[in-house]
């Protein structure tokens, strides 16, 4: 074995689970974030966690508005996401740039891709500062599913988004 730095760990534990992380913009139109740094971290309530850079408009967004929708987005949307990766929603509109189609979540106002396998609507509990990033601790208010879209996961680190393949 050698010594590895983080981001060459990070291919070793390839593929990763990917998300869109939605947020409300100060608009109110929504904003798409591809965050990997994710875990579900309890069953009852039901929690999951995400960590952006401390500097993330993503993260101000939710830390602002106290709502969420983590995502797992479809497989026609790897290259959206890709974009979505290499701009900031301060100064853009990624679902616009990259044509997005949209859809309404009953219960909230923050809107998620139609290609989405899960969405997981959720209420920001607690942010915690972890290094260069904040760990954002959520409880989540319902899950929506559809089984039969293929989600995306993070392959070679974060370099190439695909789905995955059993067997």
Known sequence: MKELNIMEATVLTSPNPLTLICSKKEDGSTNLAPICFVSYLSFNPPMVGFATGKQSHTGKQV????????????????????????????????VADNNIEMMAVEG????????????????????????????????????????????????????????????
């Open 63 to 94: 830390r602002e508005t106290g709502k969420v929708i983590v995502t797992v987005p479809g497989e026609s949307l790897a290259g959206a996401v890709m974009a979505c990766g290499a701009s900031t929603g301060a100064k853009t509109d990624k």
């Open 108 to 167: 909230s106002d923050i809107q998620i891709p139609v290609d989405t396998r899960l969405a997981m609507v959720a209420t920001l509990q607690q942010s915690v500062e972890v290094g260069d990033h904040i760990l954002h601790i959520c409880q989540v208010d319902k899950f929506l599913g559809d089984e039969d879209k293929k989600g995306l996961y993070a392959w070679n680190g974060f370099g190439k988004v695909a789905p995955a393949v059993e067997g």
